[in-house]
């Protein structure tokens, strides 16, 4: 049976975004994959609101689903999509960051959250494939956190991000196809993403440029300093990504490189084992709130001072 492989782009209609997808799903599809892509503008797609029904329920052993799951299409999506043996994720770069529009649909992701689900048994586990494409109208400067943040709101459904890259210098509509080097390079995605498919998944690996970024676990550009973690956890320096801790080392040839430590991987973020961690983190924190009715009324009363504070809006 030929594998499934879904686009998923949240750039304008028919331009780079979009372009630089259909590119690498030809790849795929070329290797006998069948392709299913979507532009997020074709849907109608709320916000998280917040409410976070989804994890106390997950945190109280139930699966309760989205509390908007009936609102609006990304439930319809998501069916098909948790149904891919490999998604390919395409955003624009606003602001340094990837769009609005792909962290809206993204950020819904939480009640689909696979390592909680599958911790309490409301699923069984499957292995995916991912790979990502960022497009901005200027140089990797101007897009720091893009591919950053949309590694990180892969997370959730447990993708095995494999490839990743980041379109520059094409800010206007479709600019892309000036670029035969940049359509290599996503046609390239596409064939990782097969390759990657068609390798056992114990020994799936990256396959993108092998020293990209400073990390050598999820390779993110983004590293920050270490502060105390739930129950005290800390390392010198962390991926901002991943979380994977270690230490800047300097290197024969005079290069700073980030060493992860022995226990660098505990809470790994793009492990379910490493997630399982924070599923017992928001069990602790958020289901030890719930569970408190000292708690619960003390919150309720000291909140009677905010609401009535009602300063002049717009
Ligand atoms: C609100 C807004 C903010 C943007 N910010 C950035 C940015 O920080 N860095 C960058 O490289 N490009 C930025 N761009 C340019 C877009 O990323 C660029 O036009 C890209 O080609 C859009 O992809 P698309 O053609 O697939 O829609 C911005 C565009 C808009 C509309």
Not at 96 to 124: C, D, V, W
Not at 243 to 259: M, P
Request: proline fraction near 3%; charge should be negative; aromatic fraction near 8%.
């Amino acid at each position: 049976m030929g594998f499934k492989v879904m686009g998923v782009s949240a750039g304008r209609n028919d331009s780079n975004c979009d372009i630089l997808l259909k590119e690498a799903l030809l790849a795929c599809q070329e290797q006998g994959a069948e392709i299913t892509m979507i532009n997020l503008h074709d849907y109608e797609l709320d916000d998280c609101t917040g409410c976070t029904s989804c994890t106390m329920g997950m945190s109280m052993g139930k699966h309760t689903g989205c509390a908007l799951d009936k609102k609006d299409d990304k439930k319809r999506i998501m069916e098909v999509l948790l149904d891919q043996d490999a998604v390919i994720f395409a955003a624009p770069t606003f602001a340094l960051m990837p769009s609005s529009l792909y962290l809206k649909f993204m950020h819904r992701n939480l009640a689909y959250e696979t390592a909680f689900l599958t911790k309490i048994g409301a699923i069984q586990h499957r292995d995916r494939v991912g790979a990502l494409i960022a497009v901005g109208g200027s140089s990797r400067s101007w897009q720091s956190m893009t591919l950053e943040c949309m590694q990180a709101s892969t997370f959730s459904n447990s993708f095995k991000i494999v490839d990743m890259y980041t379109a520059t210098m094409v800010p206007a509509p479709a600019q892309v196809l000036l670029h035969d080097e940049k359509l290599a390079r996503a046609r390239e995605i596409g064939q990782n993403v097969m390759k990657a498919l068609n390798t056992p998944v114990e020994e799936r690996t990256w396959l993108g440029e092998p020293d990209a970024g400073w990390c050598p676990n999820c390779h993110s550009n983004c590293l920050c300093l270490g502060e105390p973690q739930w129950r005290g956890l800390q390392y010198p320096i962390e991926c901002a990504v991943c979380g994977a801790g270690g230490d800047l080392v300097k290197t024969d040839d005079g290069k700073w490189k980030f060493v992860i430590a022995a226990n660098g991987l505990e809470r790994d973020r793009t492990s379910e084992e490493g997630r399982g961690v924070h599923c017992d983190e928001i069990a602790d924190t958020q289901g030890g709130f719930f569970m408190d009715p000292q708690k619960r009324s003390t919150v309720a009363e000291k909140s009677e001072k905010y609401k009535q504070i009602i300063f002049k809006g717009i």
